[in-house]
């Protein structure tokens, strides 16, 4: 399996910098389910003279109608919350635009996410991903970039950045977690011990803790709940007490 276009757009690990009068009023479409941060966003990107906010949705359905309608358009920008959940989520969102609109600018907004989570977004056709907690100026000039065709990063830790690319490189060889760690991860959330896991699967209690040790490898995170709660944001798996 192959990524959408090769991460050569320009760098991915790309430094942000103005880019004044690289094109004129781009046009947005900001998808969070959130409803307050959906409004601030848009607030922040449409008092800029050379954006302007062309739609807004709460949900996966919603935002790629609010796309589909702009056919006519090709400077645009679809900004989109990974918190975005269910089974049209934030990727299959971003994905969807992808196929439909390949010369649309996506980028993936979150509040420091699980790095495979950043990995996933743009394995599927994300530009870029811009946390909200980054300073207003640093967010906007994301945007800008990648409506200019740049791979973009802005808010995050500099440690995340080659995380994220290695997160890459695995999802194009095999999913983030098998089809059996996430399944010890989705019983592992019920609270069981390595032991009560092996009987409910039919496993040996160290194949358990060997699956375990993986995930949170694969992660990287340090324990379980930690595990549980990033696969859950990463839409590796459902699990109900973090709904």
Known sequence: MTSHKPMGRTDPLVSLSASP??????GVV????ASTARAGGAMLIDAQPDMEILGQAGDGDAGLQAVRRL?????????VSISLRGEHDAFWLIRQVRERCPEYAIVATGVMPARVAISRALF?????????????????????????GSVVFAG???????????????????PPLTERE?????VAAEGLTARQIASRLGLA???VTTHLAHIYGKLGVGGRVEAITEAAR???VTVGWLN
């Open 21 to 26: 009068g690289a094109f004129q009023r781009l």
């Open 30 to 33: 900001v998808v969070d389910p």
């Open 71 to 79: 056919r006519r358009r090709s400077d645009v920008g679809v900004v």
């Open 124 to 148: 599927v056709g994300a530009d870029g991903y811009l946390d909200v907690t980054a300073e207003p100026a640093a967010f906007l000039d994301g945007l800008r970039r990648a409506g200019d």
């Open 156 to 174: 995050l830790p500099p440690d995340y950045l080659g995380d994220v690319a290695a997160g890459i490189e695995l999802q194009d060889d095999e």
């Open 182 to 186: 996430r399944e010890v991860l989705c």
């Open 205 to 207: 209690e160290r194949t």
């Open 234 to 236: 990463a839409g590796l």
